[in-house]
T-cell receptor, first 114, second 107 residues
Framework: SQTIHQWPATLVQPVGSPLSLECTVEGTSNPNLYWYRQAAGRGLQLLFYSVGIGQISSEVPQNLSASRPQDRQFILSSKKLLLSDSGFYLC?????????????FGQGTRLTVV | DAKTTQPPSMDCAEGRAANLPCNHSTISGNEYVYWYRQIHSQGPQYIIHGLKNNETNEMASLIITEDRKSSTLILPHATLRDTAVYYC????????FGAGTRLTVKP
């Protein structure tokens, strides 16, 4: 069965420090991968999505970046965190099945920038 | 991209049916309608999806209008645990979510 791993579950980082959040998927190949951010009390904001290795589409310009070094690995990074980067970060994956696309989410990383 | 419009909030009495509407008037012919829900502090959970026929699973039913410009998610017997934000999306692969509908099930 397909599973998605996202870690860490919680993270407290000082302003100006770097960030690296990792997401891996098991049990499928060539998935679409996504990073979302959710500020407190707000909706899901799509940050990046990837349809293949090395292919990254950015939805919102900011100090975050994403990379996909392997088929089932998606990494969210920042060189210098801002206070406004605090939020709930979610990784998701989707794959074409029987003519349509199922999509599933990880359990998220709650980032607090202090 | 097809955009969705949902009411910001709804209330429902426990045990009654919850009917959550979604407008997607710009949906294209091969785009599916997906529903997810997010319970506080958790990742979104897939509920159901459909193309043009009505769909039912163990969680909910999905009614799609004949012109496909709107749909309704039905939770037949809402429980307190169904309190969540419900999202309707129609665009993949970039999967943009709107603000969703905050459903509150009351005893």
């Amino acid at each position: 069965s397909q599973t998605i791993h996202q870690w860490p579950a919680t993270l407290v980082q000082p302003v100006g420090s770097p960030l690296s959040l990792e997401c891996t998927v098991e049990g499928t190949s060539n998935p679409n991968l996504y990073w979302y951010r959710q500020a407190a009390g707000r909706g899901l904001q799509l940050l990046f999505y990837s349809v293949g290795i090395g292919q990254i589409s950015s939805e919102v310009p900011q100090n975050l970046s994403a990379s996909r070094p392997q088929d089932r690995q998606f990494i969210l990074s920042s060189k210098k965190l801002l206070l406004s980067d605090s939020g709930f970060y979610l990784c998701a994956w989707s794959v074409l099945l029987r003519g349509n696309t199922e999509a599933f989410f990880g359990q998220g990383t709650r980032l607090t920038v202090v | 991209d097809a955009k969705t419009t949902q009411p910001p909030s709804m209330d429902c009495a426990e045990g009654r049916a919850a009917n959550l509407p979604c407008n997607h008037s710009t949906i294209s012919g091969n785009e599916y309608v997906y529903w997810y829900r997010q319970i506080h502090s958790q990742g979104p959970q897939y509920i159901i999806h459909g193309l043009k026929n009505n769909e039912t699973n163990e969680m909910a039913s999905l009614i799609i209008t004949e012109d496909r410009k709107s749909s309704t998610l039905i939770l037949p017997h809402a429980t307190l645990r169904d309190t969540a934000v419900y999202y309707c999306i129609v665009r993949v692969p970039n999967m943009r979510f709107g603000a969703g509908t905050r459903l509150t099930v009351k005893p």
